[in-house]
């Protein structure tokens, strides 16, 4: 009942930036922890940044002080703004949202983010 649809990914030279947008629709009575995933090819899929309801955030080690992840509850959306992208952060960008007392995961269809000169 609950879809994750992403947006915002492309492609952008090293230095540059992004901005990635994940909305949820349908059937929400709440949504607690978001989050975004990456996967690049060969690799294995790995958490880039949580947030909690309250906004209390987590980063990899890769990527902080580059991105930061923010959360519009009122939209249903979260955001992750990445700066100074290396072609290293190239991977699929996955959101996921849990959703409801338990805390159901949701995952969005991934977007790519492709960082190349």
């Known amino acids: 009942q609950v879809q994750l649809v992403e947006s915002g990914g492309g492609l952008v030279q090293p230095g540059g930036s992004l901005r990635l947008s994940c909305a949820a629709s349908?059937?929400?009575?709440?949504?607690?922890?978001m989050g975004w995933y990456r996967q690049a090819p060969g690799k294995q899929r790995e958490l880039v940044a949580g947030?909690?309801?309250?906004?209390?955030?987590n980063y990899a080690e890769s990527v902080k002080g580059r991105f930061a992840i923010s959360r519009d509850n009122a939209k249903n959306t979260v955001y992750l703004q990445m700066n100074s992208l290396k072609p290293e952060d190239t991977a699929v960008y996955y959101c996921?949202?849990?959703?409801?007392?338990?805390?159901?995961?949701?995952w969005g269809q991934g977007t790519q983010v492709t960082v190349s000169s």
């Open positions: 996921n949202f849990g959703i409801g007392v338990s805390s159901r995961p949701y």
């Open positions: 947030i909690t309801r309250s906004g209390i955030t």
């Open positions: 349908g059937s929400i009575f709440s949504i607690n922890a």
